[in-house]
């Protein structure tokens, strides 16, 4: 059975950091991609950052140059550095990780920015 546990959701003041994580158990067979979307009330799901096996990377335009993906393939964990944040970055937070044969989801994480 897979899990994705995410941690470090909480509440900030505009212009903070946080630092999200998420770590991948089970079988899971050929990771391809790990990313983080986001969800904030009344709006759809978007992606904020996307990390391949290979190490590319990508991400949504309104984080570019705040937040940082980064992975630690070993553990199948990766990280989101979000710095500079802004009210308009609350939302829920999921985790998803696909791998050659089916997409996972986690539960979710909630990050409040304060102005």
């Known amino acids: 059975q897979v899990q994705l546990v995410e941690s470090g959701g909480g509440l900030v003041q505009a212009g903070g950091s946080l630092r999200l994580s998420c770590a991948a158990s089970?079988?899971?067979?050929?990771?391809?991609?790990m990313a983080w979307h986001r969800q904030a009330p009344g709006k759809q799901r978007e992606l904020v950052a996307a990390v391949t096996s290979s190490g590319s990377t990508n991400y949504g335009d309104s984080v570019k140059g705040r937040f940082t993906i980064s992975r630690d393939s070993a553990k199948n964990t990766i990280y989101l550095q979000m710095n500079d944040l802004k009210p308009e970055d609350t939302a829920a937070y999921y985790c998803?990780?696909?791998?050659?044969?089916?997409?996972?989801w986690g539960q979710g994480t909630q990050v409040t920015v304060s102005s």
């Open positions: 089970g079988s899971i067979f050929s990771i391809q991609r």
């Open positions: 998803n990780v696909e791998s050659f044969l089916r997409s996972y």
